[in-house]
């Protein structure tokens, strides 16, 4: 029998079949575009995340070559490398370990007869003095509180130790270059630390000793650990062999009762995703050189669940050879744009009585503003972090080009004191100085390089909450006392850099620098009356010597500490 249908239904039939098609459409498009600007703007962050890991990691082992060139400078001739002197070697080590107390305040040095003296910074004024005059000497401990200052409290403790057969000792005795040794469990502290040694010279080019400092690696394990990723995601640092060195989500050093410490391999840290990226990374480098710069892809992680994933290899000439990972299931960046999908079919059945042509209206609409976001996710990718996102719409739609634009201006600005952040910095420096080179007159442009002084005597005598303050308010005099045409960013904890652009030349320049360490030598009495005693400041002239971004800020920080030791001696 032939079914015939009325008017209305040959109208409604199609007209609902339409929206609803329509709607389907629209919600496919959503996902898919949102599918892949997730995939964009999560590359991007994994990428982000795992560069300011490598900077924290940096940052945190740098001041380990100072100590060791203050310690014992290169090329010169006169260094103490016996004990006769004790006083010079004391003195040498009390400034070495003076320059960066955390993580750096344990130094000490051994030669080749057997002798060894050290020295370990529990204060700005207080230290223990260690030394033994032979392997089979009893070690004399003493408590002296100044460089120069007499040594109280003695202290004898039997037992032989020959330094010569320790592995920071030996490593280094046979190396032109200065050394790393492999991460351990320090005995005292029950924390993970690594050394930083190199060997010393007389004047003849012969071996004497080696001189050595500890890094510890608690402060990087709390920095990792303080990183915000997502919900499930995790970061951590590792050994190519798999034993952790911190992370985000579990313990680096298994602690048992009355048994030795233990460090923790990543198969066995009981997190299976963890576990998945470290197996992932290893299989990696197992087919492929480097890497010379940060990976990132997608991989299935535990249970075939999608990761996204990306690692650096941290490598260095010392030895250094560490693995940077973070790794993020796929869905914590998903749920949004599933949740966006499920509101736009609700949406499209409920409209089944819209008109068509307000249905094409509204497509048009969404199709033009996700393409935006979509270019603007695609500028992002390609390190221009200040793509402008052209979505004026509402909805959620607007609400994500919103929390892109957010997402960019974190990207570009240190949190804390509102400036500029390294990252931005470094690019702007880098395209400015491309700018110079083209161009004929090549406009002369400058850095510098700003640290505080004592900064660390504020956070250790009066707290990091004041420190933070009187960060924020050493940013605030940065932007009174600069130009609008300058750039003013926070480099790394109590450092900044200001690219001044233009100048006239360096008079003009160390004119603007006067300026600046008059305003910051200006007293805090409401935050830090007695503690905070202004800055130094290192200035980098462009047109000069240097052949890049890092290169400038390199001899602006030069420049600021040969400033700073001017001013101390």
Same mark, same amino acid.
């Given at each position: 029998?032939?079914? *015939? ?26 996902? #898919?575009? %949102? ?19 490598? $900077?924290?990691?940096?940052?945190h ?5 100072a100590v ?21 070697? *004391?003195?040498?080590?009390w400034?070495a ?10 130094? +000490? ?10 020295? +370990?910074?529990?204060?700005p ?5 260690m030394?033994?005059?032979g ?33 920071? +000792?030996t ?6 270059? !200065? ?7 320090? @005995?005292?502290?029950?924390d ?11 004047a ?6 080696v001189?050595?400092?500890d890094?510890?690696?608690t ?8 990183l915000?990723?997502?919900?499930h ?21 298994r +602690? @048992?009762t %009355? $048994? ?8 066995a ?5 963890? $576990? @998945?990226?470290?197996?992932?990374v ?21 249970e ?18 560490w693995?940077?990972v ?27 009585? @819209? ?6 209206l ?20 390609? %390190?221009?972090?200040?793509?402008v996102v052209?979505?004026?719409? #509402?909805?959620?739609?607007?609400e ?12 570009r ?5 509102g400036?500029?952040?390294?990252e ?5 420096l880098?395209?400015? !100085?491309?700018?110079?080179?083209r161009?004929?007159?090549? $406009? ?7 640290? !505080? ?5 504020i956070?250790d ?21 600069? #130009?609008?045409s300058?750039?003013v ?30 305003a910051?030598?200006e ?30 800020? #390199? ?15």
């Amino acid at each position: 029998m032939l079914v *015939r249908f009325s008017l209305r239904q040959w109208l409604t039939v199609p007209y609902v079949a339409l929206v609803l098609g329509v709607a389907t459409l629209v919600g496919a498009l959503s996902y #898919r575009t %949102g599918s892949e600007v997730v995939d964009s703007l999560s590359n991007q962050l994994l990428l982000e995340t795992v560069a300011r890991i490598e $900077q924290a990691v940096d940052r945190h082992l740098l001041g380990s070559a100072a100590v060791l060139e203050t310690a014992f400078p290169h090329g010169l001739s006169t260094s103490p490398t016996a004990f006769e002197n004790q006083a010079a070697l *004391r003195a040498r080590l009390w400034a070495a370990t003076g320059l960066y107390t955390n993580p750096n305040n344990h130094a +000490y040095y051994g030669n080749e007869a057997g002798q060894l003296a050290s020295l +370990y910074r529990r204060g700005p004024d207080l230290a223990d003095w260690m030394t033994r005059m032979g392997p089979l000497s009893p070690r004399e401990s003493f408590t002296v509180r100044s460089i120069d200052g007499p040594l109280t409290d003695t202290r004898t403790s039997p037992g032989p130790l020959d330094a010569r057969t320790r592995p920071w +000792y030996t490593l280094a005795k046979t190396s032109p270059t !200065l050394v790393w040794t492999a991460v351990y469990i320090d @005995a005292l502290t029950n924390d993970l630390v690594v050394t930083r040694a190199k060997r010393v010279l007389d004047a003849r080019g012969q071996m004497q000793g080696v001189v050595a400092t500890d890094v510890a690696l608690t402060r990087l394990n709390e920095f990792v650990r303080t990183l915000s990723i997502s919900e499930h995601g995790l970061a951590f640092i590792i050994e190519t062999k798999g034993e952790l060195i911190a992370s985000s989500r579990t313990p680096n050093v298994r +602690y @048992a009762t %009355g $048994q030795p410490s233990t460090r923790i391999n990543a198969v066995a840290s009981g997190d299976p995703l963890q $576990q @998945a990226a470290y197996e992932t990374v290893s299989a990696w480098l197992q087919t492929h050189t480097g890497p010379e710069a940060p990976v990132s892809m997608r991989v299935n992680g535990p249970e075939g669940v999608a990761v996204q994933l990306a690692f650096s290899r941290l490598r260095d000439d010392a030895g250094l050879d560490w693995l940077v990972v973070v790794a993020v299931p796929r869905s914590d960046f998903m749920r949004d744009v599933s949740a966006n999908v499920v509101r736009t079919a609700a949406i499209g059945t409920g409209a089944s009585v @819209a008109a068509i042509a307000l249905g094409l209206l509204i497509l048009n609409w969404l199709s033009a503003d996700l393409q935006h976001l979509t270019e603007a996710a695609r500028r992002v990718g390609e %390190g221009h972090l200040d793509a402008v996102v052209n979505v004026r719409g #509402r909805g959620t739609i607007g609400e994500l080009a919103q929390t892109f634009r957010q997402m960019q201006l974190r990207l570009r600005t240190d949190a804390l004191t509102g400036l500029h952040n390294r990252e931005w910095l470094m690019r702007t420096l880098g395209d400015r !100085l491309e700018r110079g080179r083209r161009q004929a007159d090549q $406009q002369p442009f400058a850095v510098l390089f700003i640290d !505080l002084n004592k900064f660390k005597a504020i956070n250790d005598t009066l707290g990091h909450d004041v420190g933070d303050r009187v960060l924020v308010a050493t940013a605030e005099r940065l932007r009174q006392a600069t #130009r609008s045409s300058d750039t003013v960013a926070r480099y790394a904890g109590d450092e900044f850099v200001v690219l001044l652009d233009p100048v006239a030349d360096r008079a003009v320049a160390e004119q603007i620098r006067d300026k600046i360490e008059q305003a910051l030598g200006e007293p805090l009495p409401q935050l830090a009356p007695k503690a905070f005693r202004g800055a130094s400041i290192g200035v980098a002239l462009f047109p000069g010597t240097a052949v890049d971004a890092e290169d400038l800020v #390199r001899q602006a920080d030069a420049d600021m500490y040969r400033r700073k030791i001017s001013a101390t001696y």
